[in-house]
């Protein structure tokens, strides 16, 4: 396919904290010299007692540990919140902008604080001390981002499941984490429909058991049944709570959340970070790869049920001082522009969302998009899976005017910050290309034999060193974290991702290993053929997976949905595979093509390409674990309406 290249603008470069030169130098010091370089880094939080151990990290599979100033005092929330008191205590911290249009609310860092106390207070009051784990199950709402500085302030550790996730699968996260706390609302607002919060954490703890105490926020005032002893209304116990709450001595390597992976490959992960270094890392990939400064309006749309809500809704927004959006709603909801309608409103500067979120916005056409202003957006940013070059053409040409760059950010839960990603006044931009790498990060490209390979080339993708946002290990389970990470390369950070590398040393993620196929002996990342099938204008979505094939090893099968107000057709089955034909070459034609109303989403958006290759091995009797799924009924009638495989 071809390859378009767009150049840094003479305005980025030389507004942007960093330019061409200045990442060619820091990235060559990071790499010569970590100790020096993150030692320097370090201190742009505050320490209560100053680090003097910067690294002592082993990939060693024997032996793997990863620790990070690791004799440095801090406290999380300090840094998000009181650090920022002096200076700007009258500012905007966050606004929220709700489900419904006419409902919003701006939090400045003082009423933050305050607010973040008395939680702070209210924890404290139901018995939980530092080293405990509470589990947060919340809309997006601000006590949300409330509750996780409070657990951070006094040195409890969050884990924050999606509100969207069922009983069973918030009941599997209680028990994992060993939560006996759960802090909920009455009931959530989505697209203008209800979510039964509170009836779901009844359920998922009686599943569970364990669970002492349940708090409750207000949120729809729904009346919702309380259980005596165990649950209390929020704002019952905090209005007596002191606005006063001194933040807990944390060592840099003490636990601050466990988030669970989002399940696109296997039964989720629970993801263990800790104080120090992911605060570091969280806050300086937010100032550098969205170029925030002073004053920006930022706005990430994900769910602080993942990860990219943790970094980059809450801790390194607000570890820089930044004004951060949090919205509550749905991209379609009530109209299909509500995203552009509300850069509009709160005159957004910094955008980022996800793949998914935009080709479901690309099928309603440019109309809804161009009939809002967007004058103030400045930068974009994609993350989540890989983005379509189609998809990321009409987010820069139609959303962003041809105006704005586009940060593509490779990471994981795992990595607990962007690993790879432009600067947007530093690196030029090629549609699909996450491009490089970050401050300190040694990404290589292996083989199947773990030969590393030199120039451009594809393979894995691992990590051959670490760096200070880097996950410490699975909660509870070591070895899983020594098998699933460093088992396969002994010495490296194994991503399980798939990547190429082009003749400029740009990265290319090409997809999930468990993702790639083999046809005839080529090897090929899923990522590549659902490009060109989205590229054609009556496609919206498509899947790719292998299936045994008794001449080629695997064939493949395509699922496909289609722009609205297209038409299935046998002409269209094969106007598709020689649009495939033609787009990457005679190797990579479909042999079987599914239309699909719906594909199998994780919560988060993402394509569960396991599930789809089941359907087209015909083992659809063993799906493995669905509870991440946000729509089970797709399954169905994607086995319904299989094709043939003779
Ligand atoms: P699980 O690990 O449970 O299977 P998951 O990998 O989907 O779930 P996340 O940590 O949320 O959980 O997602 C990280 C993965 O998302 C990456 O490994 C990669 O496959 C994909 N990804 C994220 N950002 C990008 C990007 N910009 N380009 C390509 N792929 C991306
Ligand atoms: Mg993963």
Not at 335 to 351: A, C, L, M, P, Y
Request: proline share 5%; with cysteine; hydrophobic share 35%.
């Amino acid at each position: 396919m071809s390859e378009k290249v767009y150049d840094v603008t003479a305005e980025w470069s030389s507004r942007a904290y960093i330019d061409d030169a200045k990442y060619l130098e820091m990235y060559a010091a990071s790499l010569k010299d970590p100790v020096a370089f993150w030692g320097e880094q370090g201190k742009r939080i505050h320490w209560f007692t100053p680090y003097t151990k910067v690294k002592n990290t082993s990939f060693d599979p024997h032996n793997v540990s990863i620790k990070w100033y690791e004799d440095g005092v801090t406290n999380v929330s300090y840094n998000c919140l009181d650090r920022h008191l002096a200076t700007r205590g009258d500012q905007v911290a966050i606004i929220w902008e709700g489900d419904n249009p006419n409902e919003d609310r701006k939090i400045t860092y003082r009423e933050l604080y305050e607010e973040v106390c008395r939680f702070a207070n209210v924890l404290k009051a139901r018995g939980v001390k530092k080293g405990d784990r509470v589990t947060i199950y919340l809309p997006m709402i601000p006590e949300a981002a409330y509750a996780m500085l409070a657990c951070a302030r006094i040195g409890a550790v969050h884990s924050v499941v999606f509100g969207g996730f069922s009983p069973d699968s918030l009941a599997g996260r209680i028990e994992d984490a060993g939560s006996t706390v759960v802090v909920t609302a009455d009931e959530g607002l989505r697209g203008g429909r209800k979510v039964p919060l509170k009836l779901n954490a009844d359920a998922a703890a009686d599943r569970a058991g364990g669970v002492e105490s349940m708090i409750v926020v207000r949120r729809t005032g729904g009346s919702v049944p309380m259980r005596s002893g165990r649950d209390v209304y929020y704002d019952e116990v905090a209005k007596n709570m002191p606005a006063e709450c001194a933040p807990a001595e944390m060592n840099a390597e003490d636990p601050l959340f466990i988030l669970y992976t989002s399940g696109s490959t296997g039964k989720p992960k629970g993801v263990l970070h800790t104080t120090g270094g992911y605060l570091v890392y969280a806050a300086m990939t937010h100032q550098y790869v969205f170029d925030y400064h002073d004053g920006d309006i930022y706005w990430c749309t994900a769910d602080v049920g993942w990860v990219t809500g943790h970094s980059y809704i809450v801790y390194g927004p607000l570890a820089n001082g930044a004004t951060t959006l949090m919205f509550e709603g749905v991209p379609n909801y009530p109209t299909i522009g509500r995203f552009w309608e509300v850069i509009d409103k709160h005159k957004v500067n910094i955008f980022y969302t996800a793949p998914t979120a935009i080709r479901s916005l690309m099928q309603a056409g440019e109309e809804p998009v161009k009939k809002t202003s967007r004058a103030s957006l400045r930068l974009l940013g994609s993350v989540g899976e890989p983005i379509n070059p189609e998809a990321w053409e009409w987010y820069h040409r139609v959303v962003g005017d041809d105006r704005c760059p586009i940060v593509d950010t490779w990471w994981q839960t795992e990595t607990g910050g962007i690993l790879i990603t432009p600067l947007p006044g530093a690196t030029k931009l090629k549609p699909g290309s996450a491009t490089r790498p970050f401050f300190g990060v040694v990404p290589e490209v292996v083989d199947a034999n773990g030969q590393v390979l030199d120039g451009a080339c594809e393979g894995n993708l691992v990590l051959a060193d670490s760096w200070p946002g880097q996950m410490r290990t699975v909660y509870g389970d070591h070895d899983r974290f020594v098998q699933t990470y460093f088992s396969t390369y002994a010495g490296k950070y194994f991503t399980g991702d798939g990547c190429r590398r082009d003749a400029d040393g740009f990265y290319w993620i090409t997809g999930r290993v468990d993702d790639v196929i083999n046809v005839s002996g080529h090897r090929m990342g899923t990522a590549e053929v659902e490009s060109a099938l989205v590229a054609h204008p009556k496609v919206s979505e498509a899947a790719v997976v292998g299936y045994p094939h008794d001449i080629k090893g695997q064939g493949i099968y395509a699922y496909v949905t289609l722009m609205s107000g297209i038409e299935p057709s046998e002409e269209l089955r094969k106007e598709l595979v020689n649009w495939v034909r033609k787009e990457i070459g005679p190797i990579a034609s479909p042999d079987l093509i599914q239309f699909a109303p719906g594909l199998p989403k994780t919560r988060s958006g993402k394509i569960m390409r396991r599930i789809l290759r089941k359907i087209a091995e015909d083992e659809f009797g063993n799906l493995g674990d669905t509870s991440t799924l946000a729509d089970p009924g797709v399954v169905d009638d994607l086995i319904g309406n299989r094709q043939n495989r003779r």
